[in-house]
Every structure is written in C-alpha cells, then in structure tokens.
C-alpha cells in the first residue's frame, strides 16, 4: 500500500500561485509514476500533469501547460505541484495519485492508489 497526503492548497486571488505538495508513505516511491488531477463541484476529475518514475518525463493538461509544473524529490518520497498564473477556472480540489508503472497516465483509472485531496480556490 502507497498513503498519500497532499498540502499545500488555500484561497489566493487570481493571478497568484500556489504550491501543492503530495507525501508518499508504505511501499517504497521507487518506480511509481505519479499524477495530479482535480475536480470541481458538478464536475468529473480531470488530468492535469503527470510525472514519470524518475522524472525525466512530464506531461500536462493544454488548460494548465505552460502555467503548472510538476516536479518530485524522490529522496524524500514527495511530488509537487506549482500553480502559476492562477485562474478562476482553476478552483477546485487537486488530488495526487501514484501507479506502480514508469510511464505516466492521463487517465484516473490507471491509478492505483489516491490522496484525500486539497482545495485550491481561486478569487476573481
């Protein structure tokens, strides 16, 4: 079993940032790919980036690339998530995700194990 714990969310103003962090516990981190998705009220869970085992390959939504960038430490078992240029269309609540597998996904089926999520809101 992989346990993941994301912070790093909040409420800031359009135009600002953020930086969500997703802690890795039980099984080792080694060759997991991991993934950040979220999702709004009323909506289904969407992509936003994915990184791959041990991080030379990332991959992003078109709505966040160039604004988000996903990065990990694997020494201390964590994955991060900066949020540039924030948004309104952007509130919602970020989940990191691991699969088992060098490459990454885009697709939350293909996660294994799921944070409980952190709320990021953005204020127009």
């Known amino acids: 079993q992989v346990q993941l714990v994301e912070s790093g969310g909040g409420l800031v103003q359009a135009g600002g940032s953020l930086r969500l962090s997703c802690a890795a516990s039980g099984r080792t981190f080694s060759g997991y790919t991991m993934g950040w998705f979220r999702q709004a009220p009323g909506k289904e869970r969407e992509f936003v980036a994915t990184i791959s085992w041990p991080g030379g390959s990332t991959y992003y939504a078109g709505s966040v690339k160039g604004r988000f960038t996903v990065s990990r430490d694997n020494a201390k078992n964590t994955v991060y998530l900066q949020l540039n240029s924030l948004k309104p269309e952007d509130t919602a609540v970020y989940y990191c995700?691991?699969?088992?597998?060098?490459?990454?996904?885009?697709?939350?089926?293909?996660?294994?194990?799921w944070g409980q999520g952190t709320q990021v809101t953005v204020s127009s």
């Open positions: 995700a691991a699969r088992p597998y060098y490459r990454g996904s885009s697709y939350y089926n293909e996660y294994d194990y």
